[in-house]
């Protein structure tokens, strides 16, 4: 059974940083892409940044771009967000996403951990 494990979260003034990881334990044959989402209070869950490494590419929200950096270590099955220049409407509970093979006649699986929260405050 594959698991997503988030660290990194916590309390922040604005203009503050913060980094968080995400590994992913268990059996994969093939990691595609690991990535971050997150969901304020009453609003719906939004994708933050995501490394694909099948077609070696990352991606962030226009609303993140310049102020975070998603980097991986496919090795390990990990990826780390860091976040510069934390503004209060970054406040949000951040969950880490996966998508793998556990097999290579298999379909691709997708996981999500259990979320880590941040807290800007201005």
């Known amino acids: 059974q594959v698991q997503l494990v988030e660290s990194g979260g916590g309390l922040v003034q604005a203009g503050g940083s913060l980094r968080l990881s995400c590994a992913a334990s268990g059996h994969i044959f093939r990691l595609d892409s690991m990535g971050w989402f997150r969901q304020a209070p009453g609003k719906e869950r939004e994708f933050v940044a995501s490394i694909n490494w099948s077609n070696d590419t990352t991606s962030y929200a226009d609303s993140v771009k310049g102020r975070f950096t998603l980097s991986g270590d496919y090795a390990k099955n990990m990826v780390y967000l860091q976040m510069d220049s934390l503004k209060s409407e970054d406040t949000a509970a951040y969950f880490c996403?996966?998508?793998?093979?556990?097999?290579?006649?298999?379909?691709?699986?997708?996981?999500w951990g259990q979320g880590t929260q941040v807290t800007v405050s201005s």
């Open positions: 996403n996966a998508q793998f093979f556990i097999t290579p006649n298999t379909g691709q699986l997708d996981r």
